[in-house]
């Protein structure tokens, strides 16, 4: 397949898909379109629902996009949390959810007002509203 199939007849420019040109070519101020997506597209597109009956996202209208994304989901909403934090309590069903916990933990930077630690300055901000 050729890099660069779809080619601008103004300046030349070449495009690896149709719809890429198409963005250009308003540039160019040029007639263009964008292919829309048809109700059978909608129906192709593969549902990943959480088994639990009792979730939002047991209803197909509200299924994830990607496996992956459902079975973190089961894990993160409904699993067992068996990822702890080795300096605070803190407990997390998947293991990329405590790496990234394990960057900020312990690094409480910002105090309100009424003498709580957080380590994130828009957590105090949002703190500082409600606080007295």
Same mark, same amino acid.
């Given at each position: 397949m050729a890099k660069n199939r779809f080619i601008c007849?103004?300046?030349l420019k070449g495009f690896p898909r149709e719809q890429n040109l198409q963005l250009h =070519? #308003?540039? /160019?101020?040029? %007639?263009w379109k964008l =292919?829309? +997506?048809? %109700?059978k597209d909608d129906v192709k597109r593969k549902a @990943?629902?959480?088994p639990e009956p009792s979730c939002i996202h047991h209803n197909r209208a509200h299924s994830l996009g990607d496996l992956t994304g459902i079975k973190k /989901? @089961? +894990? #993160?909403k409904h699993g067992e949390k068996k990822y702890k934090c080795q300096k605070c309590v803190k407990m997390y069903a998947v293991e990329?959810?405590?790496k990234a916990h394990t960057k900020t933990c312990g690094k409480k930077e910002y105090q309100c007002s009424c003498g709580t630690f957080f380590s994130r300055y828009a957590t105090l901000q949002l703190v500082? +509203?409600?606080c007295p």
């Open positions: 007849e103004i300046c =070519k #308003r540039g /160019h101020n040029l %007639p =292919k829309q +997506s048809t %109700p @990943y629902v959480c /989901h @089961y +894990s #993160r990329s959810d405590l500082n +509203s409600s």
